[in-house]
């Protein structure tokens, strides 16, 4: 099992969603980028984002060529029938260089380990495997390097799990909070028949609508459900039916139906989740701007650097990029956290 290691130098790893924002990454000081095809394979599947394998490989070409490693997301689950294209696209990351794929499903994993064993394996947050015991199986199977652990843990869970596999830790450090148990969302696919796990696209553009009432409230619909009304002036959110406001009869004011949508913004804890034995610290945002990506990844490439160099970091420039409504930092450190 691993040894623990205090301020181990960890990786930091940074979304791509289209190559511009590959290069961007790596010019910002991203020791590693994680991207996704053009196809279900992946679950950011949306007009505009990802890559065709040509770009694929020329931005292996740029990220090797300046000592920054390239991760290539096949985190869906395939429906029965259609293996295939997840067949496909473990071959092109075999065949252009990628560094590692980031696998969910155990058939995809197995093919992987079979046809392609000198491809690295990293297990998908979207596998749900938080415990050791779901880790080792899928190391001892399919000869999984590193896992991707799921953003509810706290420090002292992560330190724990650590201390039982004998894979790297990856761990979530910047964006979004997943909604109740990660990589198994179904509302999307409730509402609009596309899914989330094996289409990759949650609240498909084409089912969004916005539509503005007379006194200048502005109504968010997914498919045939209202999920969300904002007053004039009011900032809308992100239109996804988890994250949406509903009218009930024992809430006065429309509410979140989960949870209130907040930011993970981890920063603070750096130390802490490096003592605990986390590998690579991972950025959440291929869905965000150039612009984004490069003030957090610059952000974090500064914060890293400071702390391996025995100075205090100083993140107070992150607090301006966090989503939502609120941040989250010190409930990780509790225990009771959920």
Same mark, same amino acid.
Request: hydrophobic share 40%; charged share 20%.
């Given at each position: 099992?691993?040894?623990?290691?205090?301020?181990?130098?960890?990786?930091?790893? +940074?979304?791509?969603?289209?190559?511009?924002?590959?290069?961007?990454?790596?010019?910002?000081?991203?020791?590693?980028?994680?991207?996704?095809?053009?196809?279900?394979?992946?679950?950011?599947?949306?007009?505009?984002?990802?890559?065709?394998?040509?770009?694929?490989?020329?931005?292996?070409? /740029?990220?090797?060529?300046?000592?920054?490693? &390239?991760?290539?997301? &096949?985190?869906?689950?395939?429906?029965?029938?259609?293996?295939?294209?997840?067949?496909?696209? &473990?071959?092109?990351?075999?065949?252009?260089?990628?560094?590692?794929?980031?696998?969910?499903?155990?058939? &995809?994993?197995?093919?992987?380990?079979?046809? /392609?064993?000198? !491809?690295? !394996?990293?297990?998908?947050?979207?596998?749900?495997?938080?415990?050791?015991?779901?880790?080792?199986?899928?190391?001892?199977?399919?000869?999984?390097?590193?896992?991707?652990?799921?953003?509810?843990? =706290?420090?002292?869970?992560?330190?724990?799990?650590?201390?039982?596999?004998? +894979?790297?830790?990856?761990?979530?450090?910047?964006?979004?909070?997943?909604? *109740?148990?990660?990589?198994? +969302?179904? @509302?999307?696919? %409730?509402?609009?028949?596309?899914?989330?796990? *094996?289409?990759?696209?949650?609240?498909?553009?084409?089912?969004?609508? %916005?539509?503005?009432?007379?006194?200048?409230?502005?109504?968010?619909?997914?498919?045939?459900?209202?999920?969300?009304?904002?007053?004039?002036?009011?900032?809308?959110? /992100?239109?996804?039916?988890?994250?949406?406001? /509903?009218?009930?009869?024992?809430?006065?004011?429309?509410?979140?139906?989960?949870?209130?949508?907040?930011?993970?913004?981890?920063?603070? @804890?750096?130390?802490?989740? *490096?003592?605990?034995?986390?590998?690579?610290?991972?950025?959440?945002?291929?869905?965000?701007?150039?612009? %984004?990506?490069?003030?957090?990844?610059?952000?974090?490439?500064?914060?890293?650097?400071?702390?391996?160099?025995?100075?205090?970091?100083? !993140? =107070?420039?992150?607090?301006? !990029?966090?989503?939502?409504?609120?941040? =989250?930092?010190?409930?990780?450190?509790?225990?009771?956290?959920?």
């Amino acid at each position: 099992m691993n040894d623990h290691v205090e301020h181990r130098r960890p990786e930091l790893v +940074c979304p791509a969603g289209t190559p511009a924002s590959l290069r961007t990454a790596v010019d910002a000081g991203a020791d590693t980028v994680y991207c996704g095809l053009q196809n279900a394979t992946n679950a950011r599947n949306f007009p505009g984002l990802n890559f065709s394998p040509d770009e694929l490989r020329s931005s292996v070409g /740029y990220a090797h060529a300046r000592g920054s490693k &390239v991760l290539l997301a &096949v985190n869906t689950f395939p429906p029965a029938g259609q293996f295939q294209l997840w067949k496909d696209a &473990v071959g092109i990351a075999a065949s252009v260089g990628v560094d590692a794929i980031i696998v969910a499903d155990m058939g &995809v994993a197995a093919f992987a380990c079979r046809e /392609y064993p000198q !491809l690295r !394996l990293h297990l998908s947050v979207q596998a749900g495997a938080s415990s050791p015991e779901a880790i080792r199986f899928h190391c001892e199977e399919f000869n999984i390097k590193r896992v991707v652990l799921p953003r509810i843990l =706290t420090v002292a869970e992560i330190a724990d799990v650590h201390r039982q596999i004998p +894979c790297e830790i990856e761990a979530f450090v910047f964006g979004n909070i997943g909604m *109740m148990a990660e990589g198994r +969302c179904s @509302l999307t696919n %409730y509402v609009t028949g596309v899914s989330t796990n *094996m289409d990759g696209v949650c609240s498909p553009a084409a089912d969004v609508r %916005y539509e503005e009432e007379a006194d200048g409230t502005l109504t968010t619909r997914l498919g045939p459900f209202v999920i969300d009304q904002y007053g004039c002036g009011e900032s809308g959110g /992100y239109p996804t039916i988890c994250k949406g406001r /509903y009218s009930c009869s024992a809430q006065s004011e429309p509410y979140y139906a989960f949870e209130e949508p907040r930011s993970l913004n981890l920063s603070a @804890l750096l130390p802490d989740l *490096m003592r605990a034995g986390v590998t690579a610290l991972k950025i959440e945002g291929r869905q965000r701007s150039r612009a %984004y990506v490069k003030s957090v990844v610059a952000a974090f490439r500064r914060a890293v650097d400071e702390i391996m160099a025995g100075k205090e970091p100083a !993140l =107070t420039d992150l607090i301006a !990029l966090t989503e939502g409504h609120k941040e =989250t930092q010190g409930a990780f450190q509790s225990k009771s956290w959920r």
